[in-house]
């Protein structure tokens, strides 16, 4: 069964960057869209960010002008550029993968801003 490996969150200080990674561990077809959401302590998960197949990308408004989703086709990986955190992007962050047949949710990776 195929899962999707996320890496890269971790601790940063207010203003600073990281770089959300997911990978699936097999193959994936017909991928339609990739997507991020968040769950902070207490609250829903939120949708963060999206793209679609074609490259078009949308934002939360919390996050716009600050994070940055991409995708190499290739390898099948999406990723989420975080600059300028703010301790209210304090979340587990998971990635999603939606194909014409399946949706898969990455295991989740925390991001804790923090000074």
């Known amino acids: 069964q195929v899962q999707l490996v996320q890496s890269g969150g971790g601790l940063v200080q207010p203003g600073g960057s990281l770089r959300l990674s997911c990978a699936p561990s097999?193959?994936?077809?017909?991928?339609?869209?990739m997507y991020w959401y968040r769950q902070a302590p207490g609250k829903e998960r939120e949708l963060v960010a999206g793209i679609t197949s074609g490259g078009t990308t949308s934002y939360a408004d919390s996050v716009k002008d600050r994070f940055t989703i991409s995708r190499d086709h290739a390898k099948k990986t999406v990723y989420l550029q975080m600059n300028s955190l703010k301790p209210e992007d304090t979340a587990v962050y998971y990635c999603?993968?939606?194909?014409?047949?399946?949706?898969?949710w990455g295991q989740g990776t925390r991001v804790t801003v923090s000074s």
């Open positions: 999603n993968i939606k194909s014409t047949y399946i949706t898969y």
């Open positions: 097999g193959s994936i077809f017909s991928i339609n869209s």
